[in-house]
C-alpha cells in the first residue's frame, strides 16, 4: 500500500496505523479542506488524522466534547483554530511569573498562548534548591503550589518564592519583582540585597509610562506605593502593575535606529519606539580628543615580548609610531610545567587608570575582575558606585560591542570597549575556557567548571567555589534599563562578542547553588558583566 495515499479506489478513507493501535480515521469535511484532518487535540487541520474519534460519535471543536450530531456552531480563526461564535479567536491569555526569577518554575496544563472562554488551566508552582514556595500574587492569592484557574478574562499570575534560611539567622535577604517586568520599577532605602535582623527597609513602586500601580503582594498586601517592611526574615515583595487601557502593550522596546551619529565636534541623538507608542531618546556624548577617529594620525602597532619562565616576569610593549606605547607584565609561570597553577599578573587601563588582576589559563589570559570602565551607557548595580568597587560596571550588548559587530571567531577580533590589546571573548572563547576547566564539558551546562572559577567568598548561602584557576568570579547580578536589578550575590552573567539573532546574543552565568558555567542566550537590552580576553595568547 502508498503510505501516503489517504483514500481507496473507492473513496473510502484509509486509516493510519501507530504503535500497533489503530485510529479511527473519518474525515471532517465540514472544517478543513479537502483531503485534510481535524485533530480536535490541537484544533488544527492536518495532512494526516492522528487521534481517535469518541466512540463513534464524532468530535465536536465548538463544545470541545463528543457530539453525535455535531450542530454547535463557530467560527474557523486564521491559525485554522475553530472558536464559537462570539469567542475572540486570540481567546484570553494567562502570564506567569516567578519572583525571583530563579527562584522556581510555573508549569500549566494546558499549556496553550490562549484560552477559551471558561477554560479550566491548572497551574503548579516547584521551588527550585535553596527556596521555597510562599504563595501567588496577581489574579490568586492562594498559598497551596497548585491551583485551577477558570479563564473567564486575561490573568497575571505570579508565584512567589523565597531563600531558605535559618529562623536564627541574623541576616535576611529581601527579594522584589515588578509584574509585568515592564510595568514599573521598584527602589528601596537603605540598598541593600540581604538586611541585619529587624532593619526597616522602605519599599516604593513606581509604574513605568502607560501603567499604573495595583498593589503589592507577598510580604505587603497594600495599595500604598511606598511601604515599610520590617526584615524579621526573608521576604518576597511583588508590585503589581495594570495598563492604563486595559490591554497590555507588551512594552516591547525597539532598537534604537534614526540616530545621527556622534562627531568629534558635536554630539549625536539616537531613538527608539516601545510598542505602546512611548518613544525615548538619547543623547550620544561628543567623541573624546582620544578617540581615534579625532586623531590626525593612523595607529601602526608593534609588539616587543619577553616571555615569562618558571623563574621570572616577562614584559610586552605594544608600541605605535605615533609615539604612545602600552606596556603589560607578563606573569612568572607558576603553572602545571612549573609543579604549580598560573598566578594572575596586572593591567592597568591607559583611559581611566584603573587596575585590574589578569591570569592564564590554558593559552587564554583573562581579566581576573570585572570591566569597570564607565562607557557611556553603562551603570552601577541599583545606581549605587559601591556595587561598582566590588563587580564592576553592568553593560548592554551594544555598548559592550561599541558599534564592532558580531563575531563567532576566535579570537573574536572585537575590542568593544575592552583596554587596547584585549578584547570581547566570543562564544567560542568562553567554551575554550569551559573545556580546559573541566575537559569532559557537554552541552550548554553539563560543566563542572562553574565551582572551579568562582571566588572563594562573596556567593549567597556559601555558594562559594574553589577559585582554583584565579578567575575570582563574582556574583555582579543584572538589571535592565528602565531601573531594575536582581540578584547580586546570587547570580553573575557575563557577556560575549558573539550574537543569537537580532535580540538575543550569547553570554555565560554562574549562580550560588550550581557548580556549571550555563551557556545563556540573553536580552541584548540586558545590562550585564564583561571580562576581557587579552589579543596575545600565554606563553607555555
Same mark, same amino acid.
Given at each position: 500500500?502508498?503510505?501516503?495515499?489517504?483514500?481507496?479506489?473507492?473513496?473510502?478513507?484509509?486509516?493510519?496505523?501507530?504503535?500497533?493501535?489503530?485510529?479511527?480515521? %473519518?474525515?471532517?469535511?465540514?472544517? !478543513?479542506?479537502?483531503?485534510?484532518?481535524?485533530?480536535?487535540?490541537?484544533?488544527?487541520?492536518?495532512?494526516?488524522?492522528?487521534?481517535? *474519534?469518541?466512540?463513534?460519535?464524532?468530535?465536536?471543536?465548538?463544545?470541545?466534547?463528543?457530539?453525535?450530531?455535531?450542530?454547535?456552531?463557530?467560527?474557523?480563526?486564521?491559525?485554522?483554530?475553530?472558536?464559537?461564535?462570539? +469567542?475572540?479567536?486570540?481567546?484570553?491569555?494567562?502570564?506567569?511569573?516567578?519572583?525571583?526569577?530563579?527562584?522556581?518554575?510555573?508549569?500549566?496544563?494546558?499549556? *496553550?498562548?490562549?484560552?477559551?472562554?471558561?477554560?479550566?488551566?491548572?497551574?503548579?508552582?516547584?521551588?527550585?534548591?535553596?527556596?521555597?514556595?510562599? @504563595?501567588?500574587?496577581?489574579?490568586?492569592?492562594?498559598?497551596?503550589?497548585?491551583?485551577?484557574?477558570?479563564?473567564?478574562?486575561?490573568?497575571?499570575?505570579?508565584?512567589?518564592?523565597?531563600? $531558605?534560611?535559618?529562623?536564627?539567622?541574623?541576616?535576611?535577604?529581601?527579594?522584589?519583582?515588578?509584574?509585568?517586568?515592564?510595568?514599573?520599577?521598584? +527602589?528601596?532605602?537603605?540598598?541593600?540585597?540581604?538586611?541585619?535582623?529587624?532593619?526597616?527597609?522602605?519599599?516604593?513602586?513606581?509604574?513605568?509610562?502607560?501603567?499604573?500601580?495595583?498593589?503589592?503582594?507577598?510580604?505587603?498586601?497594600?495599595?500604598?506605593?511606598?511601604? +515599610?517592611?520590617?526584615?524579621?526574615?526573608?521576604?518576597?515583595?511583588?508590585?503589581?502593575?495594570?495598563? %492604563?487601557?486595559?490591554?497590555?502593550?507588551?512594552?516591547?522596546?525597539?532598537?534604537?535606529?534614526?540616530?545621527?551619529?556622534?562627531?568629534?565636534?558635536?554630539?549625536?541623538?539616537?531613538?527608539?519606539?516601545?510598542?505602546?507608542?512611548? +518613544?525615548?531618546?538619547?543623547?550620544?556624548?561628543?567623541?573624546?580628543?582620544?578617540?581615534?577617529?579625532?586623531?590626525?594620525?593612523?595607529?601602526?602597532?608593534?609588539?616587543?615580548?619577553?616571555?615569562?619562565? !618558571?623563574?621570572?616576569?616577562?614584559?610586552?610593549?605594544?608600541?605605535?609610531?605615533?609615539?604612545?606605547?602600552?606596556?603589560?607584565?607578563?606573569?612568572?609561570?607558576?603553572?602545571?610545567?612549573?609543579?604549580?597553577?598560573?598566578?594572575?599578573?596586572?593591567?592597568?587601563?591607559?583611559?581611566?587608570?584603573?587596575?585590574?588582576?589578569?591570569?592564564?589559563?590554558?593559552?587564554?589570559?583573562?581579566?581576573?575582575?570585572?570591566?569597570?570602565?564607565? $562607557?557611556?551607557?553603562?551603570?552601577?548595580?541599583?545606581?549605587?558606585?559601591?556595587?561598582?568597587?566590588?563587580?564592576?560596571? &553592568?553593560?548592554?550588548?551594544?555598548?559592550?560591542?561599541?558599534?564592532? *559587530?558580531?563575531?563567532?571567531?576566535?579570537?573574536?577580533?572585537?575590542?568593544?570597549?575592552?583596554?587596547?590589546?584585549?578584547?570581547?571573548?566570543?562564544? %567560542?572563547?568562553?567554551?575554550?575556557?569551559?573545556?580546559?576547566?573541566?575537559?569532559?564539558?557537554?552541552?550548554?551546562?553539563?560543566?563542572?567548571?562553574?565551582?572551579?572559577?568562582?571566588?572563594?567568598? =562573596?556567593?549567597?548561602?556559601?555558594?562559594?567555589?574553589?577559585?582554583?584557576?584565579?578567575?575570582?568570579? &563574582?556574583?555582579?547580578?543584572? =538589571?535592565?534599563?528602565?531601573?531594575?536589578?536582581?540578584?547580586? =550575590?546570587?547570580?553573575?552573567?557575563?557577556?560575549?562578542?558573539?550574537? @543569537?539573532?537580532?535580540?538575543?546574543?550569547?553570554?555565560?552565568?554562574?549562580?550560588?547553588?550550581?557548580?556549571?558555567?550555563?551557556?545563556?542566550?540573553?536580552?541584548?537590552?540586558? *545590562?550585564?558583566?564583561?571580562?576581557?580576553?587579552?589579543?596575545?595568547?600565554?606563553?607555555?
Amino acid at each position: 500500500m502508498n503510505d501516503n495515499k489517504k483514500f481507496s479506489d473507492a473513496g473510502v478513507p484509509i486509516c493510519l496505523i501507530a504503535m500497533t493501535i489503530l485510529l479511527s480515521c %473519518e474525515k471532517v469535511p465540514d472544517f !478543513c479542506a479537502k483531503g485534510e484532518w481535524y485533530n480536535p487535540e490541537t484544533q488544527f487541520c492536518f495532512a494526516e488524522k492522528a487521534y481517535t *474519534l469518541c466512540n463513534g460519535e464524532k468530535y465536536n471543536p465548538f463544545t470541545e466534547g463528543c457530539d453525535p450530531d455535531r450542530n454547535a456552531v463557530g467560527a474557523k480563526c486564521p491559525n485554522n483554530k475553530f472558536v464559537p461564535i462570539g +469567542t475572540p479567536c486570540s481567546g484570553y491569555t494567562l502570564s506567569t511569573g516567578s519572583a525571583p526569577a530563579n527562584g522556581g518554575t510555573v508549569t500549566r496544563v494546558p499549556d *496553550l498562548q490562549s484560552y477559551s472562554a471558561d477554560a479550566q488551566v491548572i497551574v503548579t508552582a516547584e521551588a527550585d534548591s535553596g527556596y521555597t514556595f510562599t @504563595g501567588w500574587a496577581g489574579t490568586e492569592t492562594s498559598t497551596s503550589p497548585t491551583i485551577t484557574l477558570t479563564m473567564d478574562s486575561n490573568k497575571p499570575l505570579v508565584a512567589m518564592f523565597s531563600p $531558605a534560611s535559618d529562623p536564627n539567622a541574623t541576616e535576611h535577604a529581601l527579594i522584589t519583582a515588578a509584574f509585568p517586568e515592564y510595568g514599573g520599577n521598584i +527602589t528601596r532605602s537603605p540598598n541593600a540585597a540581604i538586611y541585619s535582623a529587624g532593619t526597616e527597609v522602605t519599599v516604593t513602586a513606581a509604574p513605568e509610562y502607560g501603567y499604573r500601580f495595583d498593589g503589592w503582594s507577598g510580604a505587603s498586601t497594600s495599595a500604598s506605593a511606598v511601604i +515599610t517592611i520590617t526584615m524579621d526574615g526573608g521576604k518576597t515583595l511583588v508590585a503589581m502593575f495594570t495598563p %492604563e487601557n486595559g490591554e497590555d502593550p507588551g512594552h516591547i522596546v525597539g532598537a534604537w535606529n534614526e540616530s545621527v551619529p556622534a562627531s568629534c565636534g558635536a554630539q549625536g541623538e539616537r531613538r527608539r519606539v516601545c510598542s505602546c507608542g512611548h +518613544t525615548e531618546t538619547e543623547t550620544i556624548p561628543q567623541l573624546p580628543s582620544d578617540d581615534p577617529a579625532c586623531q590626525t594620525h593612523t595607529h601602526s602597532w608593534t609588539v616587543s615580548t619577553v616571555n615569562a619562565t !618558571c623563574d621570572a616576569p616577562g614584559l610586552r610593549t605594544q608600541s605605535c609610531g605615533c609615539g604612545e606605547s602600552v606596556n603589560e607584565a607578563i606573569p612568572q609561570l607558576t603553572g602545571p610545567q612549573c609543579g604549580g597553577i598560573d598566578t594572575p599578573g596586572t593591567l592597568t587601563d591607559t583611559r581611566d587608570g584603573q587596575t585590574y588582576r589578569t591570569v592564564a589559563i590554558g593559552t587564554q589570559v583573562w581579566m581576573a575582575e570585572n570591566l569597570n570602565y564607565d $562607557a557611556p551607557g553603562s551603570v552601577c548595580y541599583e545606581d549605587d558606585p559601591s556595587y561598582c568597587d566590588i563587580y564592576g560596571r &553592568l553593560y548592554d550588548w551594544a555598548t559592550v560591542m561599541d558599534g564592532e *559587530l558580531s563575531s563567532s571567531a576566535s579570537p573574536s577580533g572585537v575590542r568593544g570597549i575592552c583596554p587596547v590589546g584585549w578584547h570581547v571573548p566570543s562564544d %567560542e572563547e568562553w567554551e575554550t575556557l569551559v573545556k580546559y576547566v573541566d575537559p569532559n564539558a557537554s552541552g550548554d551546562y553539563d560543566n563542572n567548571a562553574g565551582t572551579k572559577l568562582k571566588s572563594t567568598s =562573596g556567593w549567597y548561602n556559601n555558594g562559594n567555589g574553589t577559585d582554583e584557576y584565579g578567575f575570582s568570579a &563574582l556574583p555582579g547580578g543584572y =538589571g535592565y534599563s528602565g531601573g531594575s536589578f536582581y540578584d547580586a =550575590g546570587y547570580l553573575g552573567i557575563w557577556w560575549s562578542a558573539t550574537e @543569537g539573532d537580532a535580540s538575543y546574543a550569547w553570554g555565560r552565568s554562574m549562580d550560588y547553588y550550581g557548580d556549571y558555567v550555563y551557556r545563556d542566550n540573553d536580552l541584548k537590552a540586558g *545590562l550585564f558583566s564583561l571580562r576581557c580576553l587579552r589579543d596575545f595568547a600565554a606563553s607555555q
